[in-house]
């Protein structure tokens, strides 16, 4: 089946550093989605991204869409403790999917 | 306001002792989806409602049963838990599929516990 691939499964940084987690498919994606779960909680919804080479900021995160619908990524500057979570990536193989193809998550920690 | 509702927030449930979990909405949302989530692992799909339709996945073992009675209601029945059923159990919601450029709201799940 479809497979979403996502790394780095663990990132510990510094406060302050930058952090990047990346999602490839082997497939062409038709829109790709980011979730973060903080530890306890449950997914909550970042962003989207739909077209083709796509860059999309909110504040210190940016996220990109490649060119060929394939690859997505997740940079986040300078950071925070608050940005201590699990980062996923979540496509879609074909517009009408019915469901999310997950990728298996990047977790996040920070050393303040 | 709470959008998706889970309740219990956590359940302690014996070996083969039947158990349900409920899942409520307030967002009207056509598709109701349910989640199994274990330690460090991505959230692995169940089965989904579009509307009164259901959607089970291929590998979803046949102790799961879900139920939708209305929009706002969603069940996950669990016949015979087992110890490999331990895991938090996160239901979702969305107005249309993903695949439509719809996201998904996910509610704070029930952590399910078997002894």
């Known amino acids: 089946g479809q497979q979403v691939m996502q790394i780095p499964q663990y990132q510990h940084v510094q406060e302050g550093e930058d952090f990047t987690t990346y999602c490839n498919s082997s497939?062409?994606?038709?829109?790709i989605q980011w979730y973060k779960q903080r530890p306890g909680g449950h997914p909550v919804f970042l962003i989207q991204?739909?077209?083709?080479?796509e860059v999309k900021k909110q504040k210190r995160l940016t996220f990109q869409f490649g060119e060929a619908k394939k690859n997505s990524s997740l940079h986040i500057t300078a950071t925070q403790t608050t940005d201590v979570g699990t980062y996923f990536c979540a496509g879609n193989l074909i517009q009408g999917a019915q469901k999310l193809v997950f990728g298996q998550g990047t977790r996040l920690t920070i050393n303040p | 306001d709470a959008m998706v509702i889970q309740n219990p927030r956590y359940q302690v449930t014996q070996f083969g002792k039947p158990v349900t979990l409920s899942c409520s909405q307030t967002?009207?949302?056509?598709?109701m989806y349910w989640y199994q989530q274990k330690s460090s692992q991505a959230p692995k799909l169940l089965f989904h409602y579009y509307d009164k339709d259901f959607n089970n996945e291929a590998d979803t073992p046949d102790n799961f049963q879900s139920r939708r009675p209305n929009t706002s209601f969603c069940f996950l029945d669990i016949r015979s838990p087992g110890l490999g059923d331990a895991a938090m159990y996160l239901c979702?919601?969305?107005?249309?599929?993903?695949?439509?450029?719809?996201?998904?709201?996910f509610g704070p799940g029930t952590r399910l516990t078997v002894l």
């Open positions: 967002l009207n949302h056509n598709v």
């Open positions: 991204l739909v077209k083709s080479g």
């Open positions: 979702a919601t969305s107005r249309d599929y993903p695949g439509n450029t719809d996201t998904q709201y």
């Open positions: 497939t062409t994606l038709s829109n």
